[in-house]
């Protein structure tokens, strides 16, 4: 790839870190769904609110995973409890990067500074950029933006704080729906889709280059 980004973006749960989202949802509600088919509906409809719920005004994400929650119990018509939010919610700190992710990503900061823009807050980001023991240039989170991808304003916010436009970076990510549909729509001037299984590829109309994972990043760089 001849284009040489003067930031390379990220999205980081799902992309950087395993997104444990839906295995911790299968955790809190195992007694309540012991059906197979029914606990695969749910996790599915629990995903799909979740996308709704940040899609309006800046709210903590505490109440995402709330609101999501409570509107997925009551369509799947299940019990919903206040300490089901506070479970799952309490186990994001604790996830960790994909295996394939801390040593690429540190041979590319060594040579393109890093950022991250993240759905994330404040208090839980910086559990999640210790575990990648990487060198960030920045960090950004949705709670700082007061937006959520995949609305623009979460990355107009990055770039009004990165002094320079869309066109002289790269976006990475493992998601169409929050990430690169909005990526290809401001501008990028390269978008890269990390295809690890948990969105159907929309190539070539939304990204410009697939890896199977981050360790196909430095080869695409030249790195």
Request: hydrophobic share 40%.
């Amino acid at each position: 790839m001849s284009f040489r980004p003067k930031y390379i973006t990220f999205d980081c749960y799902g992309t950087l870190l395993d997104f444990e989202m839906g295995p911790a949802a299968r955790r809190a509600y195992a007694d309540r769904l012991p059906e197979a088919e029914r606990m695969e509906f749910f996790v599915r409809e629990f995903k799909a609110f979740r996308l709704d719920e940040v899609m309006g005004a800046w709210k903590p994400f505490r109440d995402v995973v709330e609101g999501s929650l409570r509107r997925t119990c009551d369509k799947v018509g299940v019990e919903y409890r206040d300490s089901d939010a506070e479970r799952i919610y309490a186990e994001i700190p604790t996830w960790r990067p994909h295996a394939d992710v801390v040593e690429p990503l540190n041979r590319v900061a060594r040579e393109i500074p890093l950022v991250i823009i993240s759905n994330s807050m404040v208090d839980l980001i910086p559990h999640a950029v210790k575990a990648l023991r990487t060198p960030f240039h920045a960090v950004y989170t949705a709670e700082e933006a007061q937006a959520y991808k995949p609305l623009l304003r979460a990355f107009e916010f990055t770039f009004d704080r990165l002094g320079c436009g869309p066109e002289d970076c790269m976006h990475v990510s493992s998601s169409f729906r929050y990430d690169h549909m909005s990526a290809c729509d401001m501008g990028y001037g390269a978008r890269v889709f990390v295809n690890r299984g948990h969105e159907p590829s929309l190539m070539p109309h939304y990204a410009t280059h697939e890896i199977k994972d981050i360790s196909g990043l430095p080869g695409l760089l030249g790195l």
